[in-house]
């Protein structure tokens, strides 16, 4: 499946591994990141999937998502992200994705983009429409500034995801080119999502980036054996 990643925001908080321990699949652990584990409220827009290299699925291919994930190990060492929830405003693709293992939730979801050029701001409101969560949050990047610092790569070079499917974990592998990858900074935040999923963080988010977009493509899952 290629899909469009377009105008992506990361904030990350550190978490106690032990904390997220209980969400990976069954022969996965937390990974770690500078000393610590990672959950992450991440929002783009999805633009023009589709089904292996062929057309965009028309209306159904393009729509906003934010997801929570952690970040995830594999007995064979491969490194991973573990969606705990991604929001998406396509009941189609919910539905689809949840048959799949992905724990996907339909909500009203919307970008917001705002300002001029040089100060343009970047960000996603969610709110749920069975369940009582929100998440409202904009980021100014820096555009005339690379993030190309060990710790920003490492919370987005993620090629992959674990997932638990029939009982079975799977892991997903995804690329892409290296993301355009900016430091940015936070002018809104009022977020319910990481709550509602049960992870608790304080204060401000360590790590926020921005990036522009890149292409990526998923491939074949594979199952994940014990090790």
């Not at 906003?64 to 693709?93: C, H, K, W």
């Not at 100060?119 to 690379?146: H, I, L, M, N, W």
């Amino acid at each position: 499946m290629d899909q469009y990643w377009a105008d992506a925001v990361f904030l990350h908080w550190r978490i106690d591994a032990a904390a997220v321990a209980g969400f990976m699949p069954p022969g996965v652990v937390p990974d770690e990141v500078d000393g610590s584990s990672w959950v992450g409220l991440i929002g783009f827009r999805m633009v023009g999937a589709g089904l292996g290299r062929g057309r965009p699925v028309p209306y159904f291919g393009s729509f906003t998502e934010i997801n929570v994930r952690l970040y995830s190990r594999g007995p064979d060492g491969t490194r991973g992200v573990v969606f705990v929830t991604l929001d998406a405003s396509r009941l189609a693709v919910v539905l689809a994705a949840r048959a799949g293992g992905i724990p996907y939730v339909w909500s009203k979801c919307a970008p917001l983009v705002r300002g001029d050029d040089a100060r343009r701001e970047y960000g996603y409101d969610v709110v749920r429409y069975r369940r009582q969560a929100s998440s409202r949050f904009a980021v100014r990047p820096d555009r005339g500034t690379t993030a190309k610092d060990t710790l920003s790569l490492e919370l987005t070079a993620r090629f992959g995801l674990h997932s638990v499917l029939a009982g079975r974990t799977l892991y997903i592998p995804n690329t892409h080119t290296p993301w355009p990858l900016h430091p940015a900074t936070v002018t809104e935040l009022d977020d319910g999502l990481l709550a509602a999923a049960g992870l608790f963080v304080e204060g401000p988010p360590e790590s926020v980036l921005f990036s522009p977009g890149v292409q990526t493509q998923f491939g074949k899952p594979r199952v994940v054996r014990p090790g």
